[in-house]
């Protein structure tokens, strides 16, 4: 493969952005686990926003597993897989409205501070097109992190 870049740098880059797919899958169940069992007086405006928020994560995700690709990488596809990538935790237990929005707050800064991270990463690299899908997914997260924060109570 000669995408004009190194092939060990491509490497890295594709494990940190590997490291954004699985957060995203991650973020992504946790959305919708929310979506379904979200209570309490704000269940109907929260119940759509999160599905909007999972909505355009799933679309993301089939992108960002594309850039892998294109740098000639396996794309990690299983929960195994995803689950020894990311750095988010999942919930399990039945939580209140006010926490989940606690939870997702914090995941989307997260996201949105790891994809800054594999963006130097990219940038160092000269590999503008991860570092432009990576801008674009960063600003995303930290939108979604503020109207999450806006719905707080």
């Known amino acids: 493969m000669n995408l004009g870049m190194n092939n060990e740098k491509n490497k890295q880059t594709a494990f940190g952005v590997s490291t954004i797919l699985a957060d995203t899958y991650t973020l992504y169940l946790k959305s919708q686990n929310f979506h379904w069992n979200v209570t309490g007086p704000r269940f109907h405006q929260l119940h759509q926003m999160f599905e909007e928020h999972y909505t355009e994560m799933a679309h993301a995700i089939d992108e ?6 294109a740098l000639g990488h396996r ?4 929960f195994d897989e995803f689950k020894k990538l990311t750095s988010l935790e999942e919930e399990h237990r039945e939580i209140s409205a006010e926490e989940m929005l606690g939870q997702l707050i914090n995941d989307h800064e997260t ?3 790891k994809s800054r991270e ?3 990463i990219a940038e160092k ?3 503008d097109a991860t570092a432009d ?8 997260h930290e939108k979604f992190a503020w ?7």
Request: cysteine-free.
């Open 133 to 140: 899908l990576l801008t674009s997914r960063m600003k995303t």
């Open 75 to 78: 794309a990690p596809g299983t």
């Open 118 to 120: 594999v963006i130097q």
């Open 111 to 113: 996201l949105a501070r």
């Open 147 to 153: 109207m999450l924060r806006s719905s707080k109570a």
């Open 64 to 69: 960002i597993a594309e850039r892998i690709r």
């Open 125 to 127: 690299h000269h590999d």
